[in-house]
């Protein structure tokens, strides 16, 4: 059984920044991409970024890219999401997803996804 385990959220205000990490077991993690998604409440989840399996052509939606950073360690079976200048908009839950394809190079669709955590907070005050 796969298990992600996300960490790192909180509160933040405006211009500030957080790192999100994912802890993945339970299969070879190294791979499998992975990804980030957010959600606010009573709205669709949301694609944030993507990592392929060789932590080539990293994938971000266009309201974080050049704020945000995914990274990888395949060694300590982690993924990570740096977020910088965050924004009040940027406020929701944020899950970590495992690919569900091997050697993948990372999905904006979440139907391409076939694990997923419990998800973590991230707050961003004005």
């Known amino acids: 059984q796969v298990q992600l385990v996300e960490s790192g959220g909180g509160l933040v205000q405006a211009g500030g920044s957080l790192s999100l990490s994912c802890a993945a077991s339970?299969?070879?993690?190294?791979?499998?991409?992975m990804g980030w998604f957010r959600q606010a409440l009573g709205k669709e989840r949301e694609f944030v970024s993507a990592i392929s399996w060789r932590s080539t052509t990293p994938r971000y939606a266009d309201s974080v890219k050049g704020r945000f950073t995914i990274s990888r360690d395949n060694a300590k079976n982690t993924v990570a999401l740096l977020m910088n200048n965050l924004k009040p908009e940027d406020t929701d839950v944020y899950y970590c997803?495992?690919?569900?394809?091997?050697?993948?190079?990372?999905?904006?669709?979440?139907?391409?996804?076939?694990?997923w955590g419990q998800g973590t907070q991230v707050t961003v005050s004005s």
């Open positions: 339970g299969r070879t993690f190294s791979l499998y991409p």
């Open positions: 997803a495992a690919g569900r394809t091997e050697y993948g190079s990372g999905s904006s669709d979440n139907k391409d996804y076939e694990y």
